[in-house]
């Protein structure tokens, strides 16, 4: 069963609180990144608490382990349901993250490559390889070091699924109801086809924040997702 996680990424904690209860219906986990973290803290992160919907921390740590570590430490007592870090940043920054959340009803997930980033974007940073042995690879490294799951693209589902079956929590962004514009996402699909490949999750931000009736939106993407095929 793919389940949906609603982005709210704005830096206004009304409007985040605005959708999360309008997506609530339709959405298992609401996520909030950066933009609104940086801005509101931990206090910002406690109003859309009190919507009640699981809180996908989205926020893509990547430091030295010890600073890491201590990252999620002091972000474990929100209790978030799943707490982003790159994979980029190695095993053993991983390693000392997974330790330090062992117990922790929180899930900790590796971002491999960016979703914006295509081929091309790879090659400009200097990864010479296929995008999908890059994000295998990643995934590798997630997996030894003990993580729950990784965030990747549709695109390399089928790879890692197959790789790791049950094993690693697949998050898929970069997902693109039929009709929706593609914004900065270049590697995009449709929920219903993230769902044929597998994907446990799918995240999406704009068809649903940007469209004139939000509730309706993710309404239609959750009743997607629940089509058997
Ligand atoms: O608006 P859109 O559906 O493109 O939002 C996608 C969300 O997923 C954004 O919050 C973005 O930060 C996040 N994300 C992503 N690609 C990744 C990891 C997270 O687009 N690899």
């Known amino acids: 069963m793919t389940k949906l996680i609603a982005a709210l990424d704005t830096t206004s904690v009304k409007q985040a609180a605005t959708w999360a209860a309008a997506v609530k219906p339709s959405a298992a986990i609401v996520k909030i990144g950066m933009e609104f973290f940086y801005s509101h803290g931990s206090k910002g992160y406690k109003e859309i608490q009190k919507t009640k919907t699981p809180i996908f921390l989205d926020l893509k740590l990547h430091d030295i382990p ?34 330090q959340a062992k117990g922790s009803s929180t899930l900790l997930l590796g971002v491999t490559i960016l979703t914006s980033l295509d081929q091309q974007g790879i090659a400009q940073i200097g990864f010479s390889q296929s995008l999908e042995s890059h994000v295998l690879r990643l995934a590798e490294l997630a997996h030894n070091a003990g993580l729950h799951g990784i965030v990747c693209s549709t695109h390399e589902l089928t790879a890692i699924k197959t790789r790791f079956k049950n094993d690693l929590i697949t998050v898929v962004p970069g997902i693109r109801p039929e009709g929706s514009a593609k914004g900065d996402q270049s590697r995009t699909m449709t929920p219903t086809e993230a769902k044929q490949r597998g994907a446990d999750y799918i995240v999406v931000g704009r068809p649903i924040t940007e469209a004139a009736n939000p509730a309706q939106a993710a309404k239609k993407i959750s009743g997607e997702l629940a089509v058997h095929r």
């Open 66 to 99: 010890n600073t890491v570590a201590g990252a999620v430490k002091a972000l474990l007592p929100l209790k978030p349901k799943m707490l982003t870090l790159h994979t980029a940043g190695g095993q053993a920054m991983m390693q000392a993250a997974a330790e």
